[in-house]
């Protein structure tokens, strides 16, 4: 996806020239995987290079939990540090970038993501639990080094909860990713938020998630990707907010229908959007995916709808047992076709079924 990733840049770049924005903040996954490919690292860096040397702005980046923090980090020692903070791992001073506006200092605290262990060794504070622990121990040393003139900006990556009242010891967990409370930034002007893909805000509107500039997965196809745009006033509220909504090079969409009728709307229509099709037909189909792939080239899957909740419901567990030979069937059809056998289905089978034993014998 190396050229909607150009494309979008593209637009973050245009975004900063048009619009004169002073600070660039990017909050983390910059990459998808702590190795990232060569192609992804040279495209990122020249984009963050262009910015570097074709704007004035200042540019901030934290690493995300997928992001190798020490190989971002490397990345910072080129450049003028009173202009650019690229924080990958760690540290117990929390040192703000301090950048002044016609109002005075603002002062950016950016809190790259951290694990336990690691925040552990950094703090020395065995008593770190949970990625709440983590973080009220960046924000509590990013607070003891912010000036106290200045406005603030935390930039973080977490998964942070709107409007937990902050006596609550109750932690939400969603999968394996625990939540953080949004209490944790009181005193700051804006959060800028980086994890979530969709754009939204943690529970106040200065507490926010940018989202991810492109779709990563066909449960965000459709969603509306943006860049938060704002000024900050001079008593640090938000001036002039937008959501300047990103143009993707491909879209990330599905179709639905019946596999004919999707064969024939994709020969009138042909594309090269990211396609997801969802099948409707009962019957068997023979590789639907290459069928539509000479008018979708970047098809990615090919479901039949039921079948498609039922693994989601099942995860493929038998329930069935050997020895009732009709129930592993009905279960088999069930799981490719998302429908038991019928009445008639089920008398054919039975009769099959029954039908060598007593020829046998
Ligand atoms: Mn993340």
Do not use: C
């Not at 394996?176 to 005193?187: D, H, Q």
């Not at 991810?212 to 006033?233: Q, R, W, Y």
């Not at 069935?320 to 592993?328: F, R």
């Amino acid at each position: 996806m190396l050229e909607d990733q150009q494309h979008v840049l593209d637009q973050v770049f245009e975004t900063i020239i048009e619009q004169n924005i002073q600070v660039l903040i990017v909050a983390g996954d910059v990459y998808d995987k702590p190795s990232p490919s060569e192609a992804s690292v040279a495209l990122f860096s020249s984009f963050v290079e262009r910015v570097y040397l074709e704007t004035a702005a200042a540019i901030i980046i934290i690493a995300g939990n997928h992001d190798s923090g020490q190989r971002l980090g490397a990345f910072t020692k080129l450049y003028d540090r009173k202009r650019i903070l690229i924080r990958g791992t760690l540290e117990i001073e929390e040192k703000p970038l301090i950048l002044e506006d016609d109002h005075g200092p603002v002062a950016f605290s950016a809190l790259p993501y951290g694990e336990i262990f690691a925040a552990r060794r950094a703090f020395e504070d065995e008593s770190i639990r949970s990625p709440e622990d983590v973080l009220r121990h960046e924000v509590g040393a990013a607070q003891a080094l912010r000036p106290k003139d200045a406005r603030w900006v935390i930039i973080a990556h977490a998964f942070v909860t709107g409007g937990l009242p902050s006596e609550t010891e109750r932690k939400l967990s969603v999968g394996t990713v625990e939540t953080v409370s949004n209490s944790l930034f009181k005193g700051a002007d804006y959060v800028a938020l980086g994890h979530l893909h969709r754009p939204q805000t943690a529970g106040h509107e200065t507490i926010r998630y940018s989202g991810s500039p492109l779709a990563f997965g066909f449960d965000e196809a459709d969603t509306i990707k943006t860049m938060t745009v704002f000024d900050l006033d001079a008593d640090g509220s938000l001036q002039n907010f937008q959501e300047i909504a990103f143009e993707p090079l491909r879209k990330v969409r599905e179709v639905r229908g019946l596999l004919a009728d999707l064969i024939l709307e994709a020969e009138k229509a042909p594309s090269d959007d990211y396609i997801s099709a969802i099948l409707l037909d009962q019957g068997a189909v023979v590789e639907p995916a290459a069928q539509l792939r000479p008018h979708y080239p970047n098809i990615l899957q090919a479901l039949r709808e039921k079948r498609r909740e039922l693994v989601h419901a099942s995860a493929g567990r038998a329930s069935s047992k050997l020895d009732d030979p009709m129930g592993v069937i009905s279960e088999f059809v069930d799981f490719v076709r998302g429908e038991k056998p019928n009445e008639a289905e089920t008398k054919i089978v039975t009769q099959l079924i029954d039908q060598p034993t007593q020829e046998i014998i």
